[in-house]
């Protein structure tokens, strides 16, 4: 019965089993920072929420997960489960019993797990408030061996029992409504290979370059695979979500990456990831904060590296855009800079400005102590590369280009004047014009600009920059900071977003060698820690949610750029 595994094996406390394109996982995270004993199918449709308990019959079983297969182990028994399309899980054991209970015991008129017995087919079914989707259960092969809780009301057990001592196999299904009795003509083994030979064909696509130089390159690639839901709800295109665990969102900057990472090998889908968001522009020409199944919230936004972010896409998608696809993206790009420059400039200023740090992506950096509504240095030298992108598509699309150059050179000007010491950025209120400089790695952000700047500002943000630097990478906060905090989100911690872009304007501004330093930490520090959404700074550990999307993006890009060097010989 037992399938051999295929791909990289993973921690299923990490990373969660699923499938691209699916809304839901196997995983014993249920909440944020919340890990069960038991696996749970955990859906993302209407929030993250743990709709039923996968349970083995023996207690410590050892589990197993390959991007094609999970499977819970104990002496000779076995337990697999394999996705048949996005919305269908087939789950089946030999000499190991499995109880699928319902994750909440209570039901309400308005919370809760419904289970009733279908006449029309006799499968069983659990209704689920929270995500507004039923889960059919079909026994497919054995029987079951007990069913409690059907047609209950209020608190009690809604479980179906899998018997040990027989085989077994049934097919659970996410959906709406309802749908034909589950068929299931394809067999357990074919789906385990049709997984296989998809997943492969993935990396194949985005990895092509990978070897014993890039050991995580499968995992990443799995990682964003595996977090591809298709369109529902307010999502709108095929969607990369920054984890199926409790991040299962789309950001207006963490998208970026994930495009990026994507360009060369699923352009189409790259090209999605970059125009999610703007799906969702408001009227000012705002990008939301964040887009997920049925939510989209626009009380933040999300730093503008779109200009810097669509050059990268562009340089590594295999064939360039048409002109209809380019005229709405220049378009696009045009409204969200022009936001910053009409919503977010004080009267009489060259500078925009956040209005909390939740804007910047950088929610608690140190730059953001003593005020929250700041001109800072990062924002400004964005903004000078959007606009510097949006002469070059306006020149390509024959539309005046000058405007956006006149922009750019003012904003430059304005950074270098109001926002430069002479030795460091430093951030300044737009009401009071107080300036006040701190440790945090956003305040030399504007390297991202690269040969751009100043040579001699270039030069000392690179020193900066190597302040930050310890055995794993780039901390946010230096370590030697008195706000220094290990697990302290942007004070402290390694994170990818803040790393690609850095490395990217020191390879522009000529710093190599530091660049390929940053470079080679960073891989290191996936290959030993995973994909985390950040990272210990002094140990390297992952810290938060644990299978993060732009990390992994951040990952490839990195890594695919080191092979590029190397096979040209530099």
């Known amino acids: 019965m037992t399938v051999a595994p295929s791909g990289p094996e993973f921690a299923i406390q990490d990373i969660p089993f699923s499938y691209r394109g699916s809304w839901f996982n196997i995983s014993p995270v249920v909440a944020e920072k919340t890990y069960a004993d038991d696996l749970h199918l955990v859906s993302h449709q209407t ?55 319902a994750a909440a015991r209570t039901l309400t008129p308005f919370s809760g797990t419904y289970l009733y017995l279908d006449p029309l087919d006799g499968s069983h079914v659990f209704t689920s408030y929270e995500t507004g989707r039923r889960y059919r259960v079909t026994v497919l092969s054995g029987t079951l061996t007990r069913t409690d809780g059907a047609e209950a009301l209020g608190t009690a057990d809604r479980s179906l029992d899998l018997p040990g ?58 990682v964003l695979w595996s977090a591809t839901v298709a369109p ?30 994507l360009a060369a090998g699923e352009p189409e889908l790259a090209w999605h990831q970059f125009h999610l968001p703007f799906d969702h522009q408001d009227e000012a020409g705002a990008l939301p904060d ?40 220049y378009d696009r790009l ?53 606009l510097r992108c949006l002469a070059d598509l306006a020149t390509e699309l024959g539309e005046p280009a000058e405007p956006w150059s006149r922009e750019a050179d003012r904003i430059c000007a304005g950074l270098l004047r109001d926002l430069w010491d002479g030795e460091r950025f430093t951030a300044r209120s737009p009401r009071t014009g107080r300036r006040r400089a701190s440790r945090s790695l956003l305040d030399l952000m504007p ?27 780039l901390a946010t906060e230096p370590t030697d900071s008195a706000h220094y905090v ?16 850095v490395e990217d304007g020191l390879r522009r501004a000529g710093q190599s060698r530091m660049a390929d330093d940053i470079s080679r930490r960073f891989l290191a520090l996936c290959e030993k820690s995973g994909f985390a959404e950040n990272f210990d700074a002094e140990t390297g550990a992952g810290l938060r949610d644990r299978a993060y999307t732009w990390t992994a993006s951040s990952y490839l890009i990195l890594a695919a750029a080191q092979e590029q060097r190397r096979a040209a010989g530099g």
């Open 47 to 101: 929030g993250m929420h743990p709709v039923l308990r996968l349970s083995p019959t023996v207690a410590g079983t050892t589990v197993v997960a390959t991007p094609a297969l999970l499977t819970w182990r104990d002496g000779t028994g076995r337990i697999e489960a394999v996705y048949d399309g996005p919305d269908t899980l087939r789950i089946r054991g030999r000499g190991l019993g499995l109880r699928v209970a």
């Open 165 to 222: 001592d027989q085989p077994w196999e049934i097919a659970v299904e996410e959906y709406a409504t309802a749908r034909r009795p589950y068929a299931g003509s394809i067999t357990f083994e074919q789906l385990c290979r049709d997984r296989t030979v998809e997943f492969t064909a993935f990396v194949d696509a985005i990895a092509p370059w990978r070897g014993a130089e890039t050991p995580a390159a499968e995992l990443a690639a799995y």
């Open 232 to 261: 529902a709800g307010f999502v709108t295109r095929p969607a990369v979500l920054m984890s199926k665990h409790w991040m299962d969102k789309v950001w207006s900057w963490d998208h970026c990456f994930n495009a990026i990472a």
């Open 290 to 329: 964040s887009v997920t199944h049925s939510e989209v919230l626009h009380n933040y936004v999300k730093p503008p590296i779109h200009g810097w972010a669509l050059r990268h896409l562009r340089r590594r998608l295999p064939q360039p855009p048409d002109r209809a696809a380019l005229a709405q993206t």
């Open 334 to 386: 045009a409204r969200w800079t022009r936001f910053w420059l009409d919503a977010r400039r004080a009267p009489g200023q060259d500078l925009p400005h956040y209005q909390h740090g939740n804007d910047s992506g950088w929610d608690n950096a140190t730059t953001f102590d003593a005020d929250r509504v700041l001109q800072t240095a990062d924002l400004a030298a964005f903004l000078v590369s959007q």
């Open 447 to 473: 390297i991202a600009l690269g040969a751009d700047l100043p040579a001699p500002v270039a030069a000392a943000l690179a020193r900066g920059v190597e302040t930050h630097l310890t055995t794993h990478g």
């Open 486 to 501: 290990a697990d302290g989100y942007w004070r402290g911690p390694i994170w990818a977003p803040s790393t690609v872009l």
